[in-house]
């Protein structure tokens, strides 16, 4: 399979629709190597993989092309810190300080500075994981001094049954506090939520069917 027809068409659109700072972020889990290389022939660099094992395969489907800016999105096991960190530049989904100590001193074995967002949960949500406001900002003096991880920003999902407005209100909870602690960063917007996340100052929104057309 190769990318839907009208890719081109859909990448065009959302790259004119973002207002800067909004970066995309290519969500390209469930999509074959051949459709992210029709999306770099039309110049995205940054793609987002949430699973390590389907992420290689195509890392080395496409290793003849200039390097790409990977991004590692899904939840990550305290097990594949090192593999993950030896694929990915950036890692959106640190969710506790428990992981962040020990990505922390795997990179430094590593050699590797990665790039880190640290997941927040603003809003009750038992499907997904995170930092609770409270608990991120107990442990902010001790994930700063997590060298060599960089910590740039927060990532953070909506959860399902918001509507529109209360999803907005949830990303400038989530941008304030990235103000608050300093982060430049904001991981946040989705194929069904992204324009509220821009207009709250997302600086990378997730999209993945709205570009690639759906998963198989
Ligand atoms: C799958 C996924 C996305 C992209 O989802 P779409 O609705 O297809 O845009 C974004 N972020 C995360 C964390 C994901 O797992």
Redesign the pocket.
Known sequence: MTAAPGAAERLRHLQAQLPPPARLLA?S?GQDAEAMRTLVGLGQRSF?E?RLQEAALKQEALADLEPLDWHF??HLQANKVRPVLQRFGTL??MDSLALAQRTARIAAEEGLAPQVLLQVKLRDDPSKGGFSREGLLEAWPQLQGLAPLRITGLMT?APLGLAADQRERLFRDCAALAMDLGLQELSMG???DWPEAARAGSTWV?????LFGS?T
């Open positions: 969500v889990k987002g949430s999105i899904g959106h989904s999902m989705m194929s069904g997730r999209i993945g069917s709205a998963r």
